[in-house]
């Protein structure tokens, strides 16, 4: 279900040529793996991208960084599965940044959510718009509080873009007005001012 919209978010979120999307995918397809091996209390996360609450993610989490620790003893350690992912902290990793999707992922469908239901002026649904990016706690963990405030301001704005670019999109049956080529992967969204779209009916 989430598995080619996580893999598109590692790639908007990471340095090309990074290779992290396809480390972290694989990393997850692993723990799905791992967990039909023996799924403890976790049979729910065995099909691992279906899973859409971040507080059960993060229950998994944890419970994959005490696994880790316990070596060649773990049951999820076998010839079928690489060691390296679980030992070296990729499962782990993978989740952590799994969750941070789900976050976004949720906070951006809420806002196109509003805006396709939206039926008053159109000078009031920017406010409409501005809903609060809640994060957990082990998100801003670690840091001081400007670097938390900043961690914070810079995914607002870079999922307000996103938003941004998907009504226009929608508006536009992804072509451009002005030239009318309809490749959306050279297509962007820009603009001149800080505003919403207009609607089109």
């Known amino acids: ?27 997850l397809d692993l723990i799905s793996e791992m967990l039909r091996v023996k799924s403890y209390e976790f049979a729910d996360c065995i099909e691992i991208w279906q899973i859409g ?9 944890d419970f994959v960084i005490r696994e880790a620790k316990k070596g ?11 060691v390296s992912y679980l030992r070296d902290g ?15 992922h949720q906070h951006t ?8 239901s939206y039926r008053g002026a159109e000078s009031e ?10 994060y957990p706690k082990w998100l801003i963990e670690g840091l001081d509080p400007k670097e938390g405030r900043d961690v ?16 226009v999109f929608k508006n536009y ?18 603009h001149i001012i800080g505003t919403i779209p207009r609607r089109t009916h």
Not at 13 to 19: D, F, K, L, R
Not at 72 to 82: L, N
Not at 109 to 116: H, S, V
Request: net charge positive.
């Open 173 to 190: 049956n992804s072509t451009c007005c002005v030239t009318g080529l309809d490749i959306p992967k050279v297509n962007r969204a820009s």
């Open 125 to 134: 649904l920017p406010l409409k718009l501005e809903r609060k990016l809640n």
């Open 90 to 104: 990729f499962c782990s990793a993978a989740l952590a940044s799994y969750q941070q999707f789900l976050i976004e």
């Open 109 to 116: 469908k809420a806002q196109l959510e509003i805006f396709e």
């Open 72 to 82: 060649k003893e773990s049951p999820w350690v076998s010839g079928q599965i690489p």
């Open 53 to 61: 609450s971040v507080d059960r993610v993060h229950e998994l989490q």
């Open 1 to 27: 279900m989430y598995k080619s919209d996580f893999a598109r978010y590692l790639n908007e979120t990471n340095a090309t040529g990074s290779g992290k999307a396809a480390s972290y995918v694989r990393a």
């Open 152 to 167: 914070i301001r810079a995914v607002k704005t870079r999922l307000n873009q996103k938003t941004f670019s998907q009504i």
